[in-house]
């Protein structure tokens, strides 16, 4: 299937309530739900939701969560155009723990590997707790420019 960017809509989610958000989730069989002050970005494609990012707010850096792209729709591009598109609008420093086998994914959206204890003292709360159930997860980072 070829990618026409004409026909996809990326832009910062603004509702009253993140329900379609979730709905897209649920629907993917993804654990992954939207709630409070949470950043939310998504992909739209004829007014559905194709992908989605969620970035929780901390005090001078954000922990992204959740990016999920339409299972019909992977292997497109959408999941690094939608991460391009969320660094273009956020300018702090964003934590996430992808899975191991997502690796060369996040480093070819410029995300370093960082040890635990570099990680803010909550997020590496956080990260052991993921690692002790087995996840197998990493811990990276991308800096905005200096």
């Given amino acids: 299937m ?6 996809y ?6 509702g009253e ?8 989730y649920k629907k993917q069989k993804h654990k992954g739900s939207a709630s409070g002050d949470e950043r939310v970005f998504i992909i739209e494609h004829d007014n559905d939701i194709v992908a ?3 970035l929780v707010p901390f005090d001078d850096y954000y922990w992204l969560r959740s990016l999920y792209v339409e299972k019909t729709r992977q292997g497109q591009s959408l999941g690094s155009q939608l991460l391009a598109y969320v ?3 956020i300018h702090h ?3 996430c723990f992808p899975y191991l086998h997502l690796d060369h994914f996040y480093q070819q959206a410029e995300y370093v590997l960082v040890t635990p204890d570099n990680l ?3 997020l590496e709360q956080l990260y052991q707790r993921y690692n002790r159930k087995g996840q197998g997860i990493l811990a990276m980072a991308k800096y905005p420019p200096a």
């Fill in 2 to 7: 070829t990618l026409d960017p004409s026909q």
């Fill in 9 to 14: 809509h990326f832009k910062e989610y603004i």
């Fill in 17 to 24: 309530h993140f329900r379609p958000v979730n709905q897209f």
């Fill in 52 to 54: 989605a990012v969620r």
């Fill in 87 to 89: 660094h273009e609008h």
């Fill in 93 to 95: 420093t964003i934590f």
């Fill in 120 to 122: 803010p003292q909550n």
